[in-house]
């Protein structure tokens, strides 16, 4: 019987053409800041979902292989998959000049900017913050922003959090006074709660993406399955699932894009 498996699996693996052996190899170590609404939280069950959860088992399908994730928050993403202690990083990364010094990422598919939100009553844009608490992500490009504009916009003090859920409970608490984070995040989080309003889009253009050891030969392969998604489909309709509406045609979201290098 053991000479039979093996012949068997043999066969498969010889079948299965370049991307044969990942079927057999161990799974992907998938790095995400759960919490991050709606890319990767846990639902009621306990289960990790949302777009970002989705598209990496979609990869990891297309590549033979399954994905066990690892919840790191966002700052520990970084040296996390520069270590090796993961795969892969995902958790609406911004791809940067600067990030790709250190590490590389697979080809964007989502564009967005940051946000400003606040309770309802709160201030009603940026220029209302002088001397308010700002709240920001850890290491974040929101982080980044805030901190290049805070003198020019007269924040009182930034205070820094690990995800979204603890922000909005300080936000909510009236312990600061707007949180600066990813629109998308914030528009899906904000939706049915009448008690926060995302009042501004801060335009920095954005472009999401997994992100990988620096050279990786993953990243490559990453980057062409994401191709493969994005032709037939797949990447657009995550978006409508999880954003209600199908992408615009220009975006990163359905367009096949060329896989970030420093210029």
Do not use: C
Request: charged share 20%; aromatic share 8%; proline share 4%.
């Amino acid at each position: 019987m053991f000479g039979k498996i093996t012949k068997v699996a043999a066969i498969a693996l010889a079948a299965s053409g370049a991307l044969g052996g990942a079927a057999w190899a161990q799974a992907l170590q998938v790095g995400a800041n759960i919490g991050n609404v709606p890319w990767e939280f846990q639902d009621a069950s306990g289960a990790n979902v949302g777009f970002e959860v989705d598209l990496v088992n979609a990869v990891a399908e297309k590549l033979g292989r399954e994905v066990e994730i690892v919840n790191i928050p966002f700052n520990g993403l970084f040296s996390a998959v520069q270590s090796g202690r993961i795969d892969i990083a995902m958790s609406s990364i911004t791809i940067t000049a600067a990030r790709l010094e250190s590490v590389s990422f697979a080809q964007p598919y989502y564009d967005s900017d940051q946000s400003l939100t606040v309770l309802a009553d709160g201030p009603a844009g940026l220029d209302e913050m002088s001397g308010k608490v700002v709240g920001v992500d850890t290491g974040s490009t929101g982080d980044m922003w805030a901190t290049d504009h805070a003198e020019q916009l007269g924040f009182g003090t930034i205070s820094r959090y690990e995800g979204l859920a603890p922000a909005m409970l300080d936000l909510v608490a009236g312990r600061i006074d707007g949180y600066i984070s990813d629109i998308p995040a914030l528009q899906y989080y904000a939706k049915d709660k009448p008690e926060l309003k995302v009042v501004q889009r801060i335009l920095t253009g954005e472009q999401y993406s997994m992100m990988f050891a620096k050279d990786a030969p993953l990243a490559t392969q990453v980057n062409e399955v994401l191709t493969e998604l994005k032709t037939d489909g797949v990447i657009a309709s995550l978006h409508e699932k999880w954003f209600g509406a199908a992408p615009e045609s220009s975006t990163s979201t359905a367009t096949v894009m060329d896989m970030p290098t420093l210029k």
